[in-house]
Every structure is written in structure tokens, then in C-alpha cells.
């Protein structure tokens, strides 16, 4: 009650101090809380900062301990495997080639482009286009049967899909319906920032499998006889 | 016990006292929260200015890391590619099995005197062989070796049926194998 009535006969008095402490909680609340607001906000975005650096830094760090030199021999591995585009020449050469290591005499050679004859046998590798083949190859049963390990065993990837071999004395005739694939590149990388890639103990499991498989160079194909028999069969270059 | 304090200023006078006590008590706390706000605002300043530097350098910092993994983003790509490649091809593998493998490793367990005269096989694991035996001991022995767990572990089924004997006394089977 007194200090009432002392602020109301001497108020002159307390005009400055009352102007302080009313200029200093303005201060604080205009000024020190927000800042305090958005420091937190910053503290935050730190927080974040250092998280993301430390994920790049990884990345970076994990990127300098990739050889180089391996890499280029894996990239060439499977692109041997799977190639981009279908290398129809290839297929062809190869299993040309193999029929002639193998002894194995190559009756007929039909080629399907991306096509897949029953839903069983499809595949369930969505992203990859596949060149089927259906071959007939005749020789000695031996002979026929490392024509077809060889097959299997060979880049680019073939896939029997159907075998039937008969074996009468010691010869065998197969005929196999091969798969070829093939698939384009992955079309980006993705940003900087996302984590890298890495090779699972399985993807270098395969990598070895891959090794012990046998690619083949092109070769140019010597074909004689066979094709179509027909009364018309004219050589449109004969006259040339 | 209760102690009283007497107050023995007259009127006048004490009332100036109470005004200078109370004038000194609010001037004391003006000044104290100045004191606050001004020591506040320095630090919340410095504190903010600090934090700004931290980020700048963590900018900088992460610029400079960006900047070298590009630098490397050949190695990346390779990288990128592999991981495709070796998930499709795993994919392939994974979903298909060698028949001719598995013909191979029969024949090795196939005893003399056994023919395979067909055999027919797709990427779905099922295999089924004709065969010819000169005896039945011959077949007993085979299906033996069969039922090895290094050999029998790799499929779901593997069953003999249809035995026959041909005029010539030769006895004809057929092999099923559905591979795992």
C-alpha cells in the first residue's frame, strides 16, 4: 500500500528506471528470444550438416579405396555377360565356335528375337530383353554333350531354356532352345549424395563364376549350303 | 518469538526513506535486467555468430567433398554398373538351373552297362532320362548312388519309374529329377 502510494506522488522519480526494465524486457523479448529461436533452428540445420558430411566423407573415403584397374575388369566381365544391345554375330560365332571345338555338326540355327514360348519358362528378370535360339546339333554323344557344357559355360550369357538329346549308338542329336540377354546401361547415376554402391559377398561370388566362363571373339562365319529350299531360290548378287 | 522492529524515523522523513529505499531497490533491478538484456544480447550475438561460422565451414567442407567425389564419379559409374549388372545376372542365374551340369555329374554316377537314350531337361529344373540297364543290379547300384546326400541334396524329387524289360532282356527305365 505504501510503495503504491510512493509511485504515485514521486513517480517522477522511478520514470527512468521503469523505462529500463521495460527497455531490457523489449530487448529480451524483441531481440535475445528469436535470436535464441532461430539458433536452435541453426543448431538443427548442423546437426544435419555434419551428418551429410559425414555420409560424403564416407562416400568419398570408400570411393578412394575402389581400384580403379579392378573395376574396369568387372565392368568388362559383365558387360561380356550382359551386354547393352544384342550382338546377334556374336551369339552366332560363338556357338559356331563351339560346335566346331566340340566336333558337333550344327543342322539348324533359328533365331527369335525377344520372344519367350511359354510363361513357365519366362524368366523373372523383368529389365533384361532376351534373344532366344532354337538349335538342332548332331554328333558323337560325347562331342554333343561338351557342345552343350561348353554352351553353358560360355559368355555372353546363354541360358538353355529346353534341351532334348537322343542318343542312338554312340550319337546323339540335340535340339536346345537357348537364351541370350542383353539390356541397356542404367541410365543415371543419381546425386552426388546418395550412397555408393557396394559389392556384396554374392555379386563377388559371381564375379568368379563369371571368370571361369569363356568369351569368345568374333569370328567371321563361313556358311555354306542350307538355307531355304525353294524352286524360286534365286541369288539376287548371282548376276553381279 | 516474534521480534517487532520499531520504527522511530518520524512522518516526513520516512517517507523519503521508504522513496530513496524503494527508488534504490527498482534501480538496482533496472539496472540488473539492463545488465541481463545487454549481457543476452552479446552472447545470443556471439553464440549466432558462431553458429553461422560453423555452417559456412560445414558448407565449405561439404562443397569440397562433392567437388572430389565428382572428381571420381568415373569410378562411381563403374561401380553403379557392376551392382546392375551383377543384380541381373544374379537374377538370371538364380532363377534358371544347368541341366547339362547335372548330366554331367549323373554320367558320372551312371555304372557301366547303363545307356541314357533321352534326355530332356528346362530351365525350370526338370529333368527326365530314358535309360537302358543290362541287369537289375545295375540299377539297384545307380539308384544307390543316387540317394547319396552330396547328389539327392540338390533336388525335390527324384524318382525311377516305368521299368520295363525289352525283347532283348535289357531293362528300360525312366529318370525324373526336379532340381531345387
Do not use: C
Not at chain 1, 550319337?171 to 546425386?191: D, H, M, R, V
Not at chain 2, 535309360?131 to 524318382?159: E, G, H, R
Amino acid at each position: 500500500m505504501i510503495v503504491l502510494k510512493i509511485l504515485l506522488k514521486k513517480w517522477r522519480l522511478f520514470i527512468l528506471p521503469l523505462l529500463t526494465i521495460i527497455l531490457s524486457i523489449g530487448l529480451i523479448v524483441t531481440v535475445i528470444l528469436p535470436r535464441f529461436t532461430i539458433s536452435l533452428s541453426l543448431l538443427d540445420k548442423i546437426e544435419e550438416r555434419k551428418n551429410f558430411l559425414s555420409g560424403l566423407t564416407a562416400k568419398e573415403n570408400d570411393l578412394n579405396g575402389l581400384d580403379e584397374n579392378s573395376l574396369k575388369e568387372k565392368v568388362d566381365f559383365s558387360l561380356s555377360a550382359l551386354p547393352e544391345e544384342k550382338n546377334f554375330l556374336k551369339i552366332v560365332s560363338t556357338i559356331n565356335k563351339l560346335a566346331r571345338d566340340s566336333q558337333v555338326y550344327i543342322e539348324s540355327l533359328e533365331v527369335s528375337p525377344g520372344e519367350v514360348a511359354t510363361e513357365t519358362a519366362q524368366l523373372k528378370a523383368p529389365e533384361v530383353d532376351r534373344l532366344t535360339f532354337q538349335v538342332k546339333v548332331t554328333g558323337e554323344q560325347s562331342n554333343v554333350e561338351n557342345f552343350l557344357f561348353e554352351i553353358e559355360e560360355s559368355l555372353p550369357i546363354f541360358v538353355i531354356r529346353t534341351v532334348k538329346i537322343n542318343n542312338s549308338n554312340r550319337n546323339s542329336q540335340a535340339q536346345l532352345i537357348l537364351e541370350n540377354f542383353f539390356t541397356k546401361y542404367p541410365l543415371s547415376l543419381g546425386k552426388v549424395s546418395a550412397p555408393l554402391a557396394k559389392l556384396s559377398k554374392e555379386d563377388d561370388k559371381l564375379f568368379e563364376t563369371l571368370k571361369k566362363m569363356k568369351s569368345y571373339p568374333v569370328e567371321s562365319l563361313d556358311i555354306t549350303g542350307g538355307g531355304f529350299e525353294s524352286a524360286n531360290k534365286v541369288d539376287p548378287f548371282s548376276s553381279e | 518469538m516474534v521480534r517487532k522492529g520499531i520504527n522511530l524515523i518520524p512522518g516526513e522523513e520516512r517517507f523519503t526513506y521508504e522513496v530513496a529505499r524503494l527508488q534504490k531497490k527498482i534501480r538496482i533491478f533496472a539496472l540488473g535486467s539492463l545488465l541481463i538484456a545487454v549481457m543476452g544480447l552479446i552472447f545470443s550475438y556471439l553464440y549466432f555468430l558462431n553458429l553461422g561460422k560453423q555452417l559456412n565451414q560445414l558448407s565449405r567442407q561439404t562443397t569440397l567433398t562433392e567437388t572430389k567425389i565428382r572428381e571420381m564419379q568415373q569410378k562411381e559409374g563403374f561401380l553403379f554398373l557392376i551392382k546392375n549388372r551383377a543384380n541381373l545376372i544374379g537374377q538370371i542365374f538364380k532363377n534358371t538351373t544347368r541341366p547339362i551340369k547335372t548330366l554331367v555329374s549323373l554320367e558320372k554316377k551312371l555304372p557301366e552297362g547303363i545307356l541314357f537314350t533321352s534326355f530332356e531337361a528346362d530351365s525350370s529344373g526338370k529333368i527326365k532320362i530314358v535309360a537302358y540297364s543290362k541287369d537289375l543290379s545295375l540299377l539297384n547300384q545307380f539308384m544307390s548312388s543316387l540317394s547319396d546326400s552330396s547328389f539327392s541334396d540338390n533336388f525335390n524329387i527324384i524318382t525311377i519309374s516305368s521299368i520295363g524289360r525289352s525283347e532283348s532282356g535289357n531293362y528300360s527305365f525312366v529318370l525324373e529329377l526336379n532340381q531345387k
